[in-house]
C-alpha cells in the first residue's frame, strides 16, 4: 500500500496571491494528477505529469503552473489567487501504463478572501 | 461539451432501498469506466470497474450495468446503508495507459 499526502490541508490566501500547493506520493508512482473540484463541475485535470521529467496542461492549466520535482513530489501553483475562490485541490497519482487507476490524497481546500 | 454525464446531480434514498446512479458518455471509444467513492473531506476512491466488453459488474452491493448501445451505465446500490452516504463519480477512459474523464457526481444520501 502507499498514501498521498497533501499540504497544506486548508490554504486561505489573498486576492492576487501566488499559493503554492504540494504533494507528495510513496506508491513509487511514475504519473502524478492536479485536479480541481467545485461543487456542481465535478473534477477537472489541471496538470498532469507522466513521468519524472513530464509535464502536461489538462483541461484548466489556466492560471496554474506544475513542477515535479522528483518522482514522490509534484507542487501546483495558483499565480494570482482570485477573490472569492473556493475550491478543493486534489492531487492523485496512477501507474505509468494504468492511468486508469488514480489514487488520491485528502486535498487541500482553498479560500481566497 | 461534456463528455461524461451523470444524473440525478443528489439522491436520497432510505436504508434498505436500491440506489440508482446514472452515467452517459459522448464519445463511443470509451472503453473503461470506473465508478469512484468520495466521503466528505476525503479524496475520491475507486469502488468499482467496468470495461465496455461487458455489461454487467457486481461487487458485494455495488452493482455496474453497462448498455454500449445506448452508451449509458448505470451504478446500482442494493441494501442501501448509511454508510454509503457519499458523492459518486462515473469516470470514463479511452484504455489503461490513458487519463480519466470524470463527471460531475452524483451525492447520495442514505437516511436510516
Known amino acids: 500500500g502507499g498514501i498521498i499526502t497533501q499540504t497544506p490541508k486548508f490554504l486561505i490566501g489573498q486576492e492576487g496571491q501566488k499559493l503554492t500547493l504540494k504533494c507528495q506520493q510513496n506508491f513509487n508512482h511514475d504519473t502524478m494528477y492536479w485536479y480541481r473540484q467545485d461543487s456542481g463541475k465535478g473534477l477537472r485535470l489541471i496538470y498532469y505529469s507522466i513521468t519524472e521529467n513530464d509535464l502536461q496542461k489538462g483541461d484548466l492549466s489556466e492560471g496554474y503552473d506544475a513542477s515535479r520535482e522528483k518522482k514522490s513530489s509534484f507542487s501546483l501553483t495558483v499565480t494570482s489567487a482570485q477573490k472569492n475562490e473556493m475550491a478543493v485541490f486534489l492531487c492523485?497519482?496512477?501507474?505509468?501504463?494504468?492511468?486508469?487507476?488514480?489514487?488520491f490524497g485528502p486535498g487541500t481546500r482553498l479560500l481566497v478572501l | 461539451q461534456q463528455q461524461v454525464r451523470q444524473s440525478p446531480q443528489s439522491l436520497t434514498v432510505w436504508e434498505g432501498e436500491t440506489a440508482i446512479l446514472n452515467c452517459s458518455y459522448e464519445?463511443?471509444?470509451?472503453?473503461?469506466f470506473p465508478w469512484y467513492q468520495q466521503f466528505p473531506g476525503e479524496g475520491p476512491a475507486l469502488l468499482i470497474s467496468?470495461?465496455?466488453?461487458?455489461d454487467k459488474k457486481e461487487d458485494g452491493r455495488f452493482t455496474i450495468f453497462f448498455n454500449k448501445r445506448e452508451k449509458k451505465l448505470s451504478l446500482h446500490i442494493t441494501d442501501s446503508q448509511p454508510g454509503d452516504s457519499a458523492t459518486y463519480f462515473c469516470a470514463a477512459s479511452y484504455s489503461a495507459g490513458n487519463k480519466l474523464t470524470f463527471g460531475i457526481g452524483t451525492r447520495v444520501l442514505v437516511r436510516p
Open positions: 464519445d463511443s471509444t470509451f472503453n473503461y
Open positions: 492523485a497519482s496512477s501507474i505509468l501504463d494504468r492511468q486508469d487507476t488514480q489514487y
Open positions: 467496468i470495461r465496455s466488453v461487458s
